[in-house]
């Protein structure tokens, strides 16, 4: 009731005076059935602009630590979250990823609309980074189709690190549908599963335009240290 309230009620209207969102290809969300929305990630606004452009229910998830900050600062932050759809998973732990992967199995066998990052995190320089094969197995566990969602300057409104956005109007592009139903029964297939995900990179990179980087963007963000050189005796 409070996603619903939020949305077209007390957030989602002042959200979309302030940032008029500029949305192409939205009629390739499918108005019933299971959908996979598969996004680039730019920016901690993704998760709230995604869920205000698609008419239906959005869940995205989040580490189960958004949602239990202290103070006014903490409040906010699970209110943002709550207000957007998204479901708390504790990521710690050996059985964090399948965790996630339940949950949004959950909301597909239910009809309902997942969103997934398939890079795993924020892009640390609005590059699309390799994407982690996760999302390949919701798709083949579920058969629910994939649709490509690029977040084209979610980035320039609202960057890493900045509390306040950016006033701008907002830019979203949905891709055609893809459907994986050939793969049937290859779920657990790692070559498979990097085919799958390779794909919706593909598509994402052609959608968002971005430059793509063959490695994980986890591992951009903390690169290995550099060896020293030996001090010469």
Do not use: C
């Not at 609309?113 to 640390?124: F, K, L, Q």
């Not at 320039?156 to 907002?170: H, N, S, T, Y």
């Not at 830019?171 to 549908?177: K, L, N, Y």
Request: charge should be positive.
């Amino acid at each position: 009731m409070l996603y619903w309230l939020l949305k077209y009620v007390i957030l989602g209207p002042l959200l979309r005076l302030i940032f008029r969102p500029q949305v192409e290809g939205l009629h390739h969300v499918p108005a019933t059935g299971p959908v996979i929305l598969a996004s680039n990630h730019l920016s901690f606004s993704d998760s709230i602009f995604t869920p205000l452009i698609v008419k239906r229910r959005v869940t995205f998830i989040a580490k189960a630590e958004y949602f239990t900050g202290k103070g006014v600062k903490g409040w906010l932050t699970k209110m943002f979250f709550v207000g957007s759809g998204t479901i708390p998973v504790d990521r710690s732990g050996g059985r964090a990823a399948r965790a996630a992967l339940d949950t949004q199995l959950r909301v597909l066998r239910g009809g309902g609309i997942a969103g997934i990052y398939p890079e795993g995190t924020r892009s640390p320089d609005g590059r699309l980074y390799r994407g982690k094969t996760g999302v390949a197995r919701l798709a083949l566990e579920s058969g629910a189709l994939v649709v490509p969602t690029a977040m084209l300057n979610a980035d320039e409104i609202q960057p890493p690190g900045k509390l306040i956005p950016r006033i701008a109007r907002v830019r979203i592009r949905f891709g055609p549908p893809l459907d994986f139903s050939r793969y049937a029964g290859m779920t657990g297939d790692r070559f498979v599963e990097r085919a799958v995900t390779d794909e919706i990179m593909y598509e994402l990179m052609e959608l968002s335009g971005r430059e793509y980087v063959d490695t994980y963007a986890q591992k951009a963000k903390n690169p290995p240290p550099t060896p020293r050189e030996p001090v010469p005796a």
